[in-house]
């Protein structure tokens, strides 16, 4: 897959099959989106075309709500485009002064001048342009005076329920991970490197590597301890990871940090990645640290019940 950071650095297509929207978290409702690209693609021996937006338009258009949290850093994505078998990946850099051009200008500009498009798959509720004034109608309407055709992805429902990135959001920053990561299609994740922390855990007799995320912008699911999968290298271990400000010990801070099951390697500074497999149980305050110790035993066995279901 091929990714361009600006609109100059594309190279116009012969046969151009493009979506466009901003694919946070990549769900179940974007994959039927692009497994439709890839059919028409091949179909017509086109090649297959994501725009996206970075930063998200929210944080642009709405800077003064609360910071929106997003499912996917940039690069991860990325990863998940290239996964889903997509050629070309456009990143358009977001600006107020972006926001500020007309849907016939996005529509003679970019889909035509840029990117060479015949044929566009949009979702049923896409917009674009200038206060969202674009849509699915009048794409129909300038299609073929401009040469491409348009093609709307219908409402797509998950056991009649509407897979959204919002609702996505609202099931992680709840702990309902089996909802998340059902609309998904895979389980949630979330990357980072590895700091010092005060080795509290190792005291304990469950020594973990605190995570310092790749990105501030991305959403950490709630409190509470999960059993995840830890990717390290091309290896996966087994885990569980806690996210709290430790109120046993009196914790001011928010901590990320995860027990590797079957790990005893020194992997300070470098990278990992998690991925949330199930809630075991919301954050507690112990009486002290053995009655803590006795609960991440428990919770040890229920991780690994948990990971081998």
């Given at each position: 897959m091929?990714?361009?950071?600006?609109?100059?650095?594309?190279?116009?297509?012969?046969?151009?099959?493009?979506?466009?929207?901003?694919?946070?978290?990549?769900?179940?409702?974007?994959?039927?989106?692009?497994?439709?690209?890839?059919?028409?693609?091949?179909?017509?021996?086109?090649?297959s075309v994501v725009i996206t937006f970075w930063p998200h338009p929210r944080l642009i258009l709405r800077p003064e709500e609360p910071a929106l949290k997003l499912l996917n850093t940039f690069e991860e994505k990325a990863e998940l485009l290239r996964k889903h078998g997509v050629q070309h990946l456009l990143r358009i850099p977001f600006t107020k002064e972006f926001s500020q051009i007309s849907s016939m200008e996005f529509i003679t500009q970019i889909l035509v001048e840029t990117m060479g498009t015949k044929k566009l798959v949009i979702g049923y509720d896409h917009r674009f342009g200038k206060n969202r004034e674009g849509s699915f109608e009048q794409l129909k309407l300038n299609g073929p005076t401009y040469g491409f055709e348009v093609e709307e992805i219908p409402r797509q429902d998950v056991d009649h329920v509407g897979v959204s990135s919002t609702k996505i959001r609202k099931a992680l920053?709840?702990?309902?991970?089996?909802?998340?990561?059902?609309?998904?299609?895979?389980?949630?994740?979330?990357?980072?490197?590895?700091?010092?922390?005060?080795?509290?855990?190792?005291v304990l007799g469950f020594p973990t590597a605190n995570i310092d995320l790749d990105s501030h912008d991305k959403l950490v699911p709630a409190e509470g301890i999960y059993a995840v999968t830890v990717l390290y290298g091309h290896i996966e271990y087994g885990g569980m990871l806690y996210i709290g400000n430790r109120p046993t010990v009196d914790g001011s801070r928010r901590s990320i940090e995860v027990n590797i099951f079957d790990f005893e390697k020194d992997i300070y500074g470098e990278t990992i990645q998690v991925s949330f497999q199930k809630l075991l149980r919301s954050d507690s305050k112990f009486e002290d640290l053995e009655s803590l110790k006795r609960q991440l035993e428990k919770d040890k066995v229920a991780a690994l019940k948990a990971l081998s279901e």
């Amino acid at each position: 897959m091929k990714i361009y950071h600006s609109l100059e650095d594309f190279t116009r297509l012969s046969f151009g099959v493009v979506t466009s929207g901003t694919f946070d978290g990549v769900h179940l409702g974007h994959q039927k989106i692009l497994q439709r690209v890839r059919e028409i693609a091949s179909k017509h021996g086109g090649e297959s075309v994501v725009i996206t937006f970075w930063p998200h338009p929210r944080l642009i258009l709405r800077p003064e709500e609360p910071a929106l949290k997003l499912l996917n850093t940039f690069e991860e994505k990325a990863e998940l485009l290239r996964k889903h078998g997509v050629q070309h990946l456009l990143r358009i850099p977001f600006t107020k002064e972006f926001s500020q051009i007309s849907s016939m200008e996005f529509i003679t500009q970019i889909l035509v001048e840029t990117m060479g498009t015949k044929k566009l798959v949009i979702g049923y509720d896409h917009r674009f342009g200038k206060n969202r004034e674009g849509s699915f109608e009048q794409l129909k309407l300038n299609g073929p005076t401009y040469g491409f055709e348009v093609e709307e992805i219908p409402r797509q429902d998950v056991d009649h329920v509407g897979v959204s990135s919002t609702k996505i959001r609202k099931a992680l920053e709840s702990g309902d991970i089996d909802t998340a990561n059902h609309f998904l299609g895979r389980p949630y994740l979330l990357s980072g490197r590895i700091v010092k922390g005060d080795k509290l855990g190792r005291v304990l007799g469950f020594p973990t590597a605190n995570i310092d995320l790749d990105s501030h912008d991305k959403l950490v699911p709630a409190e509470g301890i999960y059993a995840v999968t830890v990717l390290y290298g091309h290896i996966e271990y087994g885990g569980m990871l806690y996210i709290g400000n430790r109120p046993t010990v009196d914790g001011s801070r928010r901590s990320i940090e995860v027990n590797i099951f079957d790990f005893e390697k020194d992997i300070y500074g470098e990278t990992i990645q998690v991925s949330f497999q199930k809630l075991l149980r919301s954050d507690s305050k112990f009486e002290d640290l053995e009655s803590l110790k006795r609960q991440l035993e428990k919770d040890k066995v229920a991780a690994l019940k948990a990971l081998s279901e």
